[in-house]
């Protein structure tokens, strides 16, 4: 008999009481298991890179917390790697790259993006083989536009300004990168569902800065591509797609992208994303990672809010956006408590 994951029933529209649970960035600092293997790699990337310790760090969280989802131990900035552009993480900055030359985007290397990735694919199929079945492992990418911005200004920055002006002063040199980016996520998603991977996530974390016209060209267009594209080859592949500050605009996200799941920040009321959505989409979220640092009375309160407000609709409880490093693991296992009562 299969065993369907409580995220994978959620996301074909069931309603689960409780809701079933992963953390964004739930593989990472705020562990010490991860911090040990952190040390033994190299760099970040090389961390991505080898299968052994990619693996061992993505079932990390799973065996501490019981989470119901695995997701993929990798990085969004994989894929400017593959592209050929220089990719580095440094300690107490993020992410360093070389600046994209919209002009010359001809250097970028758009062959070969899944064979470099082979070590990432690799990891989704020891995970698939590790976790047990009723366990979801989620694949991910990240969203053309979070990448581009990141692929632009080669850092990240407070308000993603480079990107933006050159999305307004060069749309065409611009619409060039994100066609890049919608072709390399795609085949790497699909990679990764044929690998074993049960659904994937697309994170926009930079979507929210967008104007109304951008946010329909930048964000929702390439995402809603990039999830026709998967399903042409894997008809029935599960997307959770997270657009952070879509704010009053889910509803639309939602309907167009054609995502199965979409992530909601903690701005946005519960109550009011399930207003916006259709019934069958789920929803995924939303408590602030700050309540998660505080514990106590604010973390009960939110996750009651939460619980309170998608009773009757599919939900997936996570937070609004990434846990942090500073996070204390007792809150985290209070979370889960509160939640599975
Ligand atoms: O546990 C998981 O969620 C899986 C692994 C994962 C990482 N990054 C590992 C990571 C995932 C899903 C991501 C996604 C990611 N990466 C996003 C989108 C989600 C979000 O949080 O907004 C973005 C924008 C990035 C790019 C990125 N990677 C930045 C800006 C940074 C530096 C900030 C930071 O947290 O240090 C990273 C580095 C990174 N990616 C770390 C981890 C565990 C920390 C570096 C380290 O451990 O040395």
Known sequence: MSVLPSIIRVLNGDVLDP???????????YLPEYRAV??????FLELCYEPDLATEVTLQPIRRFDFDAAILFSDILVIPDALGQSVRFEEGIGP???????AKLDALRTEGIVEHLQPVLETVRRVRADLPRDKALLGFCGAPWTVATYMIAGQGTPDQAPARLAAYEAPDRFEALIEILI???TDYLIAQLEAGADAVQIFDTWAGILDDEGFGRWAIDPVRRIIAGVRKVVPDAKIIAFAKGAGSRLGTYA?????????VDWTVPV?????????????QGNLDPMRLIAGGEALDAGVDSILAATVGRPHIFNLGHGITPDTPIANVERLIGRIRG
Do not use: F, H, Y
Request: positive net charge; proline residues 8%; without cysteine.
């Open 183 to 185: 072709g390399a996520s």
């Open 19 to 29: 809701p079933p649970i992963w953390i964004m960035r739930q593989a990472g600092r």
């Open 255 to 263: 309907r167009q992208t054609g995502a199965n799941g979409v992530g």
């Open 271 to 283: 109550a009011e994303a399930s207003a916006m959505l259709p019934a069958n989409i789920a929803s």
């Open 96 to 102: 360093v790259l070389d600046p994209v030359d919209l």
């Open 38 to 43: 952190r040390k033994t790699a190299g760099s």
